[in-house]
């Protein structure tokens, strides 16, 4: 049996088609780049100004990757802003329902419940706290 050597264009075709392939993944992982960061803060993370979120509200800080509610008498909630069905950051938040864009979950602002998949596992709960007119989220220092 003889073995043909591959083409410098199938070569090349072939090259191209995996590194489109690997930028997919790549924006839908958690870490981009191989590195698979944690879904909830390992150390004490200052998210602003603790009114930022203002009573009955909710808001994502996608670069910190938390979600934090506050409910009608001010007390504030918080959740991993990773998705659980494939680990991309959630991008909105209406009518109480975080919702991620990627495959169309939905989790509950409140409690971080799945309210529609494909996720099957609620948003892991972050410790959070108003601190010194700040917001600080993840485990105390």
Same mark, same amino acid.
């Given at each position: 049996?003889?073995?043909?050597?591959?083409?410098?264009?199938? #070569?090349?075709? @072939?090259?191209?088609?995996?590194?489109?392939?690997?930028?997919? /993944?790549? $924006?839908?992982? &958690?870490? %981009? =780049?191989?590195?698979?960061?944690?879904?909830?803060?390992?150390?004490?993370?200052?998210?602003?100004?603790?009114?930022? #979120?203002?009573? @009955?509200?909710?808001?994502?800080?996608?670069?910190?990757?938390? /979600?934090? $509610?506050?409910? &009608?008498? %001010? =007390?504030?909630?918080?959740?991993?802003?990773?998705?659980?069905?494939?680990?991309?950051?959630?991008?909105?938040?209406?009518?109480?329902?975080?919702?991620?864009?990627?495959?169309?979950?939905?989790?509950?602002?409140?409690?971080?419940?799945?309210?529609?998949?494909?996720?099957?596992?609620?948003?892991?709960?972050?410790?959070?706290?108003?601190?010194?007119?700040?917001?600080?989220?993840?485990?105390?220092?």
């Amino acid at each position: 049996m003889s073995s043909k050597p591959a083409s410098r264009r199938t #070569v090349l075709c @072939g090259a191209a088609l995996a590194g489109a392939a690997g930028l997919g /993944v790549a $924006a839908c992982s &958690a870490g %981009g =780049a191989g590195a698979k960061a944690p879904v909830t803060p390992t150390a004490p993370v200052d998210l602003g100004a603790a009114d930022a #979120v203002q009573p @009955g509200g909710t808001k994502i800080y996608r670069e910190d990757r938390v /979600v934090v $509610a506050r409910d &009608a008498d %001010g =007390a504030y909630t918080a959740f991993s802003a990773v998705c659980t069905h494939a680990g991309c950051v959630v991008d909105a938040v209406e009518d109480g329902k975080i919702s991620c864009s990627c495959h169309g979950s939905q989790f509950d602002a409140r409690t971080g419940k799945v309210l529609e998949g494909p996720a099957t596992e609620p948003l892991p709960s972050v410790p959070v706290r108003a601190k010194g007119g700040k917001l600080v989220a993840g485990p105390d220092a």
